[in-house]
């Protein structure tokens, strides 16, 4: 039997014909049997895909000759927890709505925080009083995170500008912070941002909650369950994984996310196994009948 997996990735460097590394990396993917997300820009590359392991390892090596500081994570998956292949050009790498704040250079992001490895992060935790800042939409919390981290109440990334422009965190300016997101690539952008506005020390977790789990699975400091963007939803790290999400309808503990039953609003709700067998026309909060 095949082994499958899914790997995600990303990388800042300047791109001089996006299109071009659109058209190449669509003709890769579905050479090598591969579905997922791939994002390309002026500002590099940022893809998560899935299929049989040979193929995937094909694909990395091939996007490895042009990108050269890709940092890849590997999760189980395939293929299949991907609707299908969609390969774009955007703007942004990621969307803050601030493409013209970003620089990326032949090294990556200009000016962003400090890159710190796991270790690192604990000897940091060890010497001063970090306050954690999550990168990620408010929702992807609800399930996990690290411990007392602050979580902005933002909806999606390019709400993230604003908010720090709101003043809510300016007592925070001078005080050691630890930007974190799933894989590394929003905190590399949110961390830029920081700096722009005067906090004074800030870092970044290199290679995300990903690479920190794992290395130390759940006996660390990260909490809970992995919000991610296909059909697993998402993932625990071991079997000591605490279950924070608490279901919409009944307060019951759960990581699972269901789209509200409303047509009109779709949005992801966490409900619990039990609730959804039994209410599969679950509405959100908002919406509730």
Same mark, same amino acid.
């Given at each position: 039997m095949?082994?499958?997996?899914? =790997?995600?990735?990303y990388? +800042?460097?300047?791109? %001089?014909?996006?299109?071009?590394?659109? &058209? *190449?990396?669509?003709?890769?993917?579905?050479?090598? $049997?591969?579905?997922?997300?791939?994002?390309?820009?002026?500002? $590099?590359?940022?893809?998560?895909?899935? @299929?049989?392991?040979?193929?995937?390892?094909?694909?990395? /090596?091939?996007?490895?000759?042009?990108?050269? +500081?890709?940092?890849?994570? *590997?999760?189980?998956?395939?293929? !299949?927890?991907?609707?299908?292949?969609?390969? /774009?050009?955007?703007?942004?790498? =990621?969307?803050?709505?601030?493409?013209?704040?970003?620089?990326?250079?032949?090294?990556?992001?200009?000016? @962003?925080?400090?890159?710190l490895?796991?270790?690192?992060l604990?000897?940091l935790?060890?010497?001063?009083?970090?306050? +954690?800042?999550?990168?990620r939409?408010?929702?992807?919390?609800?399930?996990?995170? #690290?411990?007392?981290?602050? =979580?902005?109440?933002?909806?999606?990334?390019?709400?993230?500008?604003?908010?720090?422009?709101?003043? /809510?965190?300016?007592?925070?300016?001078?005080?050691?912070? =630890?930007?974190?997101?799933?894989? @590394?690539?929003?905190?590399?952008?949110?961390s830029? &941002?920081?700096?722009?506005?005067? #906090?004074?020390?800030?870092?970044?977790?290199? $290679?995300?909650?990903?690479?920190?789990?794992? !290395?130390?699975?759940?006996?660390?400091?990260?909490?809970?369950? &992995?919000?991610?963007?296909?059909?697993?939803?998402? &993932?625990?790290?071991?079997?000591?994984?605490?279950?924070l999400?608490?279901?919409a309808?009944c307060?019951?503990?759960?990581?699972?996310?269901?789209?509200?039953?409303?047509?009109?609003?779709?949005?992801?709700?966490?409900?619990?196994?039990?609730?959804?067998?039994?209410?599969?026309?679950?509405?959100?909060? @908002?919406? %509730?009948?």
């Open positions: 095949a082994i499958h997996r899914i =790997v995600l990735f990388a +800042f460097q300047p791109v %001089a014909d996006p299109d071009a590394v659109r &058209l *190449w990396q669509r003709a890769l993917c579905e050479q090598h $049997g591969l579905r997922g997300r791939i994002l390309i820009s002026a500002q $590099g590359i940022n893809a998560t895909v899935g @299929g049989e392991l040979d193929a995937v390892k094909r694909y990395v /090596k091939a996007t490895r000759e042009y990108f050269r +500081f890709i940092d890849v994570k *590997w999760s189980d998956g395939s293929a !299949q927890d991907f609707p299908r292949l969609s390969v /774009k050009v955007r703007k942004e790498l =990621v969307s803050f709505g601030a493409p013209d704040e970003l620089r990326v250079d032949a090294d990556g992001v200009v000016g @962003g925080g400090q890159r490895s796991p270790e690192e604990h000897r935790v060890e010497e001063k009083d970090v306050v +954690f800042f999550d990168g939409n408010s929702f992807e919390a609800q399930i996990g995170r #690290f411990k007392d981290a602050v =979580v902005p109440q933002v909806g999606a990334t390019r709400d993230f500008v604003a908010e720090l422009d709101s003043g /809510k965190y300016d007592d925070l300016k001078d005080k050691p912070i =630890v930007t974190y997101c799933t894989g @590394g690539i929003r905190c590399e952008v949110l830029s &941002l920081m700096v722009n506005r005067g #906090f004074s020390e800030v870092y970044q977790l290199d $290679g995300g909650i990903v690479r920190y789990g794992e !290395q130390y699975r759940d006996s660390g400091l990260w909490e809970g369950s &992995l919000y991610v963007f296909d059909s697993r939803m998402h &993932l625990e790290f071991s079997e000591d994984a605490k279950t999400g608490a279901c309808r307060s019951g503990p759960t990581s699972q996310f269901r789209n509200c039953a409303d047509p009109e609003c779709r949005a992801l709700t966490l409900f619990c196994e039990d609730c959804h067998a039994r209410f599969p026309e679950l509405r959100c909060t @908002g919406h %509730a009948a």
